[in-house]
């Protein structure tokens, strides 16, 4: 008897545990998004890598020191050290340059809808970058 409750309680902390790093989770991702797509960033891409070993790249970063993780894996199928880019602040939108003529403009980080839904989330910004939106 002593024993099931003890595992009784033991399962109730991890169930109320969880909910908590999920919920931490969720504050960081939106705050995160929030932060990524209001800074504006310009410059050369100076290195296109992936931290992890034989793997497609999957961060750049830029002449001011800046490194970038899109969430948006086509960007880095074309994107080249030696390639210029620019995103306005409070923009979701990349454009980037090769040999100064525009490229390609595309989204760069997607939203998920549960952040669209947020009160929180930037009025200005509803409607803008759907594209970027998917149902995760």
């Known amino acids: 008897m002593k024993k099931t409750i003890t595992l009784l309680i033991v399962a109730l902390l991890l169930i109320s545990c969880e909910g908590l790093l999920e919920k931490t989770s969720y504050e960081k991702g939106f705050e995160r998004l929030i932060k990524n797509i ?19 790249s999957t961060h750049f970063v830029l002449n001011t020191g800046d490194t970038i993780i899109p969430s948006n894996n086509e960007i880095m199928s074309y994107l080249q050290k030696g390639d210029k880019i620019i995103k306005k602040k409070s923009d979701n939108i990349i454009s980037i340059f090769k040999s100064d003529s525009l490229f390609k403009s595309t989204w760069l980080y997607k939203i998920p809808k549960k952040y669209r839904e947020d009160k929180r989330f930037p009025r200005e910004w509803n409607g803008k ?8």
């Open 38 to 56: 209001t800074k504006e960033q310009k410059g050369k891409v100076v290195k296109v890598f992936s931290p992890r070993v034989k793997m497609k």
């Open 129 to 136: 970058w759907e594209e970027a939106t998917n149902n995760f």
